[in-house]
């Protein structure tokens, strides 16, 4: 199946700097990739919806100019968590649509997640 | 509101015995309902999805999920669970036109007893 890596995998960084995380589709062109976030116990929650050369639709309660967004190519999105804090330590996961015949809906592709710490 | 409930945060089940993981959803429309699964230091791999057509649904590695409109459930099944089934289990629902956009439960542990 397609592959969806995710760039660290593991960062710790320091309260007031900004972490840059890497998602890319390895083997196919995604057109849209999502930023979930998941802490410790609990379910992936949607952070943002990003598109290819367009802004990134974020959810609400999800600060925008906290978690920046940038889907620069088909395989690469990025998300900057800009003067992170500690309650920004969370498990970061991105996915990628690689969109199909099934109403447009395709099939969606995690990578392994990234984890930040921030002390 | 779409959301997706699963009642069980963990459950342990003995190497060659069936397993069922429940999943209740809440959606407005005809809904999209995946299950996926997430081992450590991996992405999270789809098992199988129901979008429409025949209600049981066929999976990878021998999982199926039976949609039942009536109940709002997706429940996941395996008739023999081996060990290396241990993992954690998402269900998510989606649909419409908001391509992609998914809305994950709980999530279970799921351990496999020798």
């Known amino acids: 199946g397609a592959v969806v890596s995710q760039h660290p995998s593991w960062v710790i960084c320091k309260s007031g700097t900004s972490v840059k995380i890497e998602c890319r589709s390895l083997?196919?062109?995604?057109?849209?990739m999502f930023w979930y976030r998941q802490f410790p116990k609990q379910s992936l929650m949607l952070m943002a919806t990003?598109?290819?050369?367009?802004?990134?639709?974020?959810e609400q309660g999800v600060e925008k100019d906290k978690f920046l967004i940038n889907h620069a190519s088909l395989t690469l999105s990025t998300l900057t968590v800009t003067s992170a804090h500690p309650e920004d330590s969370s498990f970061y996961i991105c996915s990628a649509r690689d969109s199909g015949l099934a109403g447009g809906w395709g099939t969606q592709y995690f990578g392994p997640g990234t984890r930040l710490l921030v002390l | 509101a779409q959301s997706v409930t699963q009642p069980d945060i963990h459950i342990t089940v003995s190497e060659g015995a069936s397993l069922e993981l429940r999943c209740n959803y809440s959606y407005g429309a005809t809904p999209y309902l995946f299950w996926y699964v997430q081992s450590p230091g991996q992405g999270l791999q789809l098992l199988l999805k129901?979008?429409?057509?025949?209600?049981l649904v066929q999976g990878i590695k021998g999982f199926e999920a039976e949609f039942k409109r009536s109940q709002s459930s997706f429940n996941l099944r395996k008739p023999s669970v081996h060990w290396s089934d241990a993992a954690e289990y998402f269900c998510a629902v989606g649909g419409g036109t908001s391509y992609g956009k998914l809305t994950f439960g709980q999530g279970t542990i799921l351990t496999v007893h020798p």
């Open positions: 129901y979008f429409s057509g025949d209600t």
């Open positions: 990003s598109n290819e050369g367009s802004k990134a639709t974020y």
């Open positions: 083997d196919f062109q995604a057109t849209t």
